[in-house]
């Protein structure tokens, strides 16, 4: 019985620092972008071009609370990109969720082969890339004035000590057009621990 409380403490334990989110400011109510690494294009608003408020992101929301980060391109050269990064520790074997709301204005919408990803990049502790991956979340064919969610989940492999968790805006060709915007980052480690803790209930559940 003993052993039992004491299990069960421990993945009450594990299970809390899992559901932590890692980021700093990931909802950008900071205004002055506290936490993010931002080049080229970027800004924390909490409105349109014109000065109209930002869609809510969910009914009830106050909309001059409702600050996000926004990131468009200069138009000047191809591939040109601009966004906003965190690097955080990071432990090789977890598992690592990165989810957000992302959107475009159909004031300012995205055109042509404009594109924004949200992106995981696992590092060594030099700072090299052993891993990474994103998913387009917003292109020229997305519904606009619309908070669209996306999520990435990777597992860390041998050799990570960090992980870089990135919104990203593209220009391929550097005519496109139009911002992206984010919101409500959140990145959430699984500690291999607990997978394992889950994987053992399942074999006893299965034995009995």
Known sequence: MKKKVLIILAICSIASVASANLLVNGDFSDIT?????????T???NQDNA????????PGDVAYANYAGKAWGNWAYPWTNAGFSQVLPATAGDVYTLSGLVMHLSSDAMVGDTFAV????FQDALGAELYGQDVVQVDATS?????????????????TTQVEALFL??????????????????????PMTLVLLGMGGLLLRKRK
């Open 33 to 41: 972008g506290a936490g993010w690494n931002a080049w080229n294009g």
């Open 43 to 45: 800004a924390v608003v």
């Open 51 to 58: 000065g109209a408020p930002l869609p809510l992101l969910t």
């Open 118 to 121: 949200i992106k995981l990049v």
């Open 143 to 159: 519904l606009t004035d619309t908070w669209i969610p996306g999520s990435l989940t990777l597992t860390a492999p041998a050799g």
């Open 169 to 190: 805006h593209f220009q391929p060709s550097g005519v496109g057009a139009g911002a992206a915007f984010v919101d409500n980052m959140t990145l959430v480690p699984e």
